[in-house]
């Protein structure tokens, strides 16, 4: 095999000086694999950096869909010829973020991670240049894993809506005593059971919003609205859940604050998405609170609780989808739909834990968000 034209053949490589990739040739190793072959798995320390010269790899990940059930594994994307993988290997900390699984019989150079950092020291200007490119390599791999997940939970959710709405009629004719009457036990059981098939109607909602906002829908639909009242109806909304967990649940809404531009039933979803986390991680005894202030050109909510907390290492990782906290239960999407709902608004939103850093056993969190004030042209347009 001529390992050097193979690399000359690859868009990752091609135009780069010959010489250069001739000293890179030197350490590269043929590797042959069958089909079925998994030539590494999701989640270990990756060593090498690999090159199709013939044959397809498919690229995998794990998706766990239930926390009891086991993880499957989708592709994301399938490697041809001339193609790279396995770029973790350059990039602390050197963690493989998929599988790889031959497809048919496949022929690669296999390039030791070590090798390739020397090489990169050595000549900067073409290690500039190949560094580039794999990054431009990951992140278009990373927005193909994440348009077709979207795809796959948009078509999830809406085969799932209709059964789920109808398991919910069941169980409200059962409770209204439609197959005769019932005890006290088999009461609580369907009142437990119908609390399960809200949360699972409330993941497909999210589910459903998070592929509507990939594709910039609605966003176009912005009304002037006062947010204050959009949280107020938020807080009405999640009061008998924090009464029933016992949480004090607090809301500071001033009346008189510059409006702002938005669509309300999307930015209540945000205010909601956060008070219920507020109050799930808050223990009995509690507090939560609502707070909303104008500062000069945009307004802040901030909703703030006294409990567990979020650790230092999961603060830039809350409003990723699928991040649970901890044990918590939930598809972990609600704050990932809130960050993009205030994005497409032209906001801003962040975690901040613990909530009193100075206190001796620190804990709560608050999260803040800030929306900027209609413009005065606009303000006048509706007066």
């Known amino acids: 095999m001529d390992a050097l034209a193979a690399l000359q053949a690859s868009e990752t490589f091609e135009g780069l000086p010959a010489e250069d990739l001739a000293a890179l040739v030197r350490f590269a190793r043929e590797c042959t694999f069958e089909p079925g072959t998994t030539i590494f798995s999701e989640g270990q320390p990756a060593h090498d950096l690999y090159l199709v010269v013939t044959g397809r790899v498919a690229l995998e990940k794990d998706i766990v869909l239930d926390r009891r059930g086991a993880a499957r594994r989708a592709t994301v994307d399938v490697i041809g010829r001339g193609g790279v993988f396995g770029w973790s290997a350059l990039v602390e900390p050197r963690r493989l973020t998929a599988s790889a699984v031959c ?10 991670h070590a090798e390739v950092e020397a090489f990169l020291k050595q000549h ?22 994440t348009a077709r997940l979207s795809y796959l939970l948009s078509a999830a959710a809406h085969d799932l809506r209709a059964p789920l709405t109808a398991m919910d009629s069941y169980v409200e004719a059962l409770l209204g005593g439609y197959a005769g009457p019932l005890g006290d036990k088999q009461r609580q059981t369907l009142v437990s059971c119908r609390e399960r098939l809200g949360e699972a ?14 594709a910039g829908q609605a966003m ?6 006062s947010l204050a009242e959009v949280a107020r109806r938020a807080v009405n909304v999640m009061q008998p859940a924090a009464r029933d967990k016992s949480v004090e649940l607090v809301a500071r ?5 510059p409006p702002i ?31 909303l202030v104008a500062l000069d050109d945009e307004v802040e909510l901030s909703v703030s609780d006294t409990g567990v907390g979020i650790a230092p290492v999961n603060l830039s990782r ?15 999407l609600g704050l990932a739909v809130a960050r993009r709902i205030i994005v497409a608004h032209g906001g801003r939103i962040w975690a901040e834990s613990p909530l009193n850093p100075e206190a001796t056993d620190a804990k709560g969190s608050r ?3 800030t929306l900027p004030l209609l413009e005065p042209d606009e303000l006048s347009r509706q007066e």
């Open 220 to 225: 176009d639909q912005m009304v002037p609205l």
């Open 253 to 257: 809404l001033p009346e008189d604050l």
């Open 201 to 214: 109607q409330e993941m497909v909602g999210n589910y459903l919003e998070l592929s509507r906002l990939e």
């Open 367 to 369: 999260f803040v968000v």
């Open 318 to 332: 809350v409003f990723d989808d699928f991040f649970r906290n901890g044990e918590a239960e939930g598809a972990g």
């Open 261 to 291: 531009k938005g669509l309300p039933l999307r930015l209540r979803q945000v205010v909601v998405n956060l008070l219920s986390n507020a109050v799930k991680f808050t223990p009995r005894g509690g507090r939560a609170e609502v707070v």
């Open 124 to 145: 900067p200007a073409t290690g500039y240049e190949l560094m580039r490119r794999l990054a431009g390599v990951a992140a278009l791999r990373l927005r193909d894993t």
């Open 103 to 112: 497809v048919e019989q496949t022929l690669a150079l296999g390039f030791p």
